[in-house]
């Protein structure tokens, strides 16, 4: 069967080569008239024996319509931020950030330069988090170019960086303490609040904690810890803590702090900050979206699952599975992995238990440990030997079936990617000598 792109359904196609130690790190796409995919390509050293695994380094950017056709290289060796269509490359080496068009050769404006690769998108500039400094400042330039000015002179030397973006508004704690809010096109200061030892913010921008007190970059200390919801003004004082211990506390529609460091967290509920006490000896996995939780009895061996459902308001709960595996939630319900005798953990059978309980489903034999769900409920996987980092691509169809589709496949998940659209195809990374490159594959 032909497909739209010009090649055949089921066999694999390269359409750029790689270097024996390089790999797709991961695919960006980019909206516009006619949509393309940017292909960001690290270079992965070999491992030492006995050591772990070398850390991968960015090294070039390749630019593609949907099918793998008309290649580009572009500049930079890392995509810094993408949005509504607009596209920032950097150089990690030299620290500089292109505003590029992957559409257009000629197109390729640098907007900083000397900066670290902390840069976001903001409306009509280009905001820098520029940490080579110490402490670090915020630089910004329109991103049609222009001159760069500096948005803040300092932010306070925190790890992760205590600023984030909320649209056309830099919200940044300052060495001294206070957090502001900055209009990043004029550079007014919009708001002021002083006495911040720490802040996290949401994704959305809606909500920050607020940690009272004085940075303190060299020590951990804790203090008074406030939910702050900017929508409505509400505030609320939660525990005492250092958010140092709790740096991603976001968690769907929770906040999640732990009181101190290595202690059980505590789980709090968005909006209004109210405390769901977990029952005792286990841990919060996830939430069900039905106002249910999902926890599994802690501590266990490791590989060793028991996994419940938990209603906070009724206090009910399910039993969801007991025994080996490794578990992932879905909306669909929870998948667990169960390692053979064979390979142990890199292949295994993929059981699926509902929400609801029951007794777990196959949903997938003989699958590998490295895997994607394709849109239509068939599963992708790469089936390497334990010390290997290629293996068989394989399609695993819903009756059991297996299918293999490719040799020689990089085990990460990037893969495993299949585009947003049911006719976009399947792009992975072959590491098999003269054969290696970039594929694309319609399953």
Same mark, same amino acid.
């Given at each position: 069967m032909e497909d739209p792109c010009g090649g055949l359904v089921g066999e694999p196609e390269r359409f750029a080569a790689l270097g024996p130690d390089e790999r797709l790190h991961r695919i960006v796409e980019v909206e516009g008239e006619a949509a393309r995919a940017v292909f960001e390509i690290h270079r992965e050293p070999p491992a030492e024996p006995d050591e772990p695994s070398p850390k991968s380094t960015p090294v070039r950017l390749i630019s593609t319509d949907v099918c793998g056709d008309d290649e580009l290289p572009l500049p930079g060796a890392m995509v810094a931020a993408v949005d509504d269509g607009v596209i920032l490359s950097c150089d990690p080496t030299t620290g500089t950030v292109y505003r590029i068009d992957p559409e257009d050769r000629d197109t390729r404006a640098v907007l900083f330069s000397g900066v670290e690769c902390e840069v976001a998108i903001a409306g009509s500039h280009a905001v820098a988090f520029d940490v080579s400094t110490r402490p670090p400042r915020v630089l910004t330039v329109p991103l049609e170019g222009g001159n760069e000015r500096v948005l803040l002179e300092a932010v306070a030397p925190l790890d992760p960086p205590p600023v984030a973006i909320d649209e056309d508004r830099l919200i940044a704690l300052q060495p001294d303490g206070?957090?502001?809010?900055?209009? *990043?096109?004029?550079?007014?200061?919009?708001?002021?609040?002083?006495?911040?030892?720490?802040?996290? *913010?949401?994704?959305?921008?809606?909500?920050? /904690?607020?940690?009272?007190?004085?940075?303190?970059?060299?020590?951990? =200390?804790?203090?008074?810890?406030?939910?702050?919801?900017?929508?409505?003004?509400?505030?609320?004082?939660? *525990?005492?803590?250092?958010?140092?211990?709790?740096?991603?506390?976001?968690?769907?529609? /929770?906040?999640?702090?732990?009181?101190?460091?290595?202690?059980?967290?505590?789980?709090?509920?968005?909006?209004?900050?109210?405390?769901? =006490?977990?029952?005792?000896?286990?841990?919060?996995?996830?939430?069900?979206?039905?106002?249910?939780?999902?926890?599994? =009895?802690?501590?266990?061996?490791?590989?060793?699952?028991?996994?419940?459902?938990?209603?906070?308001?009724?206090?009910?709960?399910?039993?969801?599975?007991?025994?080996?595996?490794?578990?992932?939630?879905?909306?669909?319900?929870?998948?667990?992995?169960?390692?053979?005798?064979?390979?142990?953990?890199?292949?295994?059978?993929?059981?699926?238990?509902?929400?609801?309980?029951?007794?777990?489903?196959?949903?997938?034999?003989?699958?590998?440990?490295?895997?994607?769900?394709?849109?239509?409920?068939?599963?992708?996987?790469v089936v390497a030997d334990p010390d290997d980092d290629v293996g068989t691509l394989v399609l695993h169809e819903a009756d059991g079936a297996r299918r293999e589709l490719d040799q020689g496949v990089h085990v990460h998940a990037p893969a495993l990617t299949v585009g947003r659209d049911g006719d976009d195809p399947l792009v992975y990374t072959v590491r098999d000598g003269p054969r290696s490159g970039l594929y694309r594959l319609r399953p």
């Open positions: 206070q957090l502001v809010t900055v209009d *990043i096109t004029y550079g007014s200061t919009l708001d002021v609040r002083e006495d911040v030892a720490d802040v996290r *913010i949401s994704p959305d921008a809606r909500y920050v /904690l607020v940690q009272q007190g004085t940075p303190s970059p060299d020590e951990v =200390v804790a203090g008074p810890v406030v939910l702050v919801d900017r929508q409505t003004g509400s505030e609320r004082v939660l *525990i005492d803590a250092a958010l140092a211990w709790s740096p991603a506390p976001w968690f769907s529609n /929770l906040l999640i702090l732990a009181p101190g460091a290595g202690q059980p967290v505590r789980v709090f509920t968005l909006p209004n900050g109210n405390e769901i =006490v977990l029952p005792e000896g286990t841990g919060l996995r996830g939430t069900v979206g039905d106002g249910r939780l999902w926890i599994g =009895v802690v501590p266990l061996d490791y590989g060793r699952l028991l996994e419940r459902t938990w209603d906070p308001v009724s206090g009910e709960s399910t039993l969801l599975y007991d025994g080996e595996g490794f578990a992932s939630g879905t909306p669909d319900g929870l998948f667990v992995h169960v390692p053979s005798e064979a390979r142990g953990i890199q292949l295994g059978t993929l059981m699926r238990v509902s929400w609801d309980g029951g007794t777990p489903a196959v949903a997938a034999p003989d699958i590998g440990w490295h895997r994607r769900r394709m849109a239509d409920g068939r599963w992708l996987s």
